[in-house]
């Protein structure tokens, strides 16, 4: 049995940051000036919705190590764009708030030799999160992002915890 979950209405400064960052040019010079190693790896975002975000790391000589496989580095990083460009989008016309990874977990299952996709899918509970946050109050949120090969092998998890606080 398949349950369909209710995707998330965007307000308009969401669906903005959703738009910018599914074009491929803007996306680009976003990470240029932000992020310069998700254009040097790669990194592309493949879906990002209310209630998941994917990105996607190919396997080549900028993102390979010395035993064949994808770096730890480029894969940590793309597993954290996968959390934070939800975060972003979580935020977006929400008024002001400062975010910070304080905590990073890694579990690695299978060697990374193919392009890689990382899911996270709490799009729903980082979201009910954040409007649940008054002025100065600060909250925390573990976010997983599951990578996966082209076949569909679990090749790695991270645990990206971020804090959030909300201010006036």
Known sequence: METTVREITL???????QKKMRSPLIFWFAMLAKLPSAVFWRLRI??????????TIPYFWRSQNP????????LAGAAEL???????LALAGKGKFSM???????????????????S????????????SLNVNDTSQLTMISTGTSESGE???KFYVTWSFKRKS
């Not at 035993?67 to 480029?74: E, H, L």
């Not at 977990?105 to 990374?112: L, P, T």
């Open 82 to 88: 996968s959390t934070g460009a939800l975060c972003q």
């Open 120 to 131: 996270c899918d709490q799009g729903r509970e980082l979201f009910q999160l954040i409007d």
């Open 46 to 55: 493949k879906e990002l919705t209310g209630n998941k975000c994917q990105v």
């Open 11 to 17: 307000n308009d400064k969401a669906k903005d940051y």
């Open 100 to 118: 910070l990874v304080v905590d990073f977990r890694a579990e690695y299952h299978k060697k990374a030799n193919q392009k890689i996709t990382f």
């Open 154 to 156: 679990v090749v790695a």
């Open 67 to 74: 035993f064949k496989s994808i770096y730890f580095a480029a």
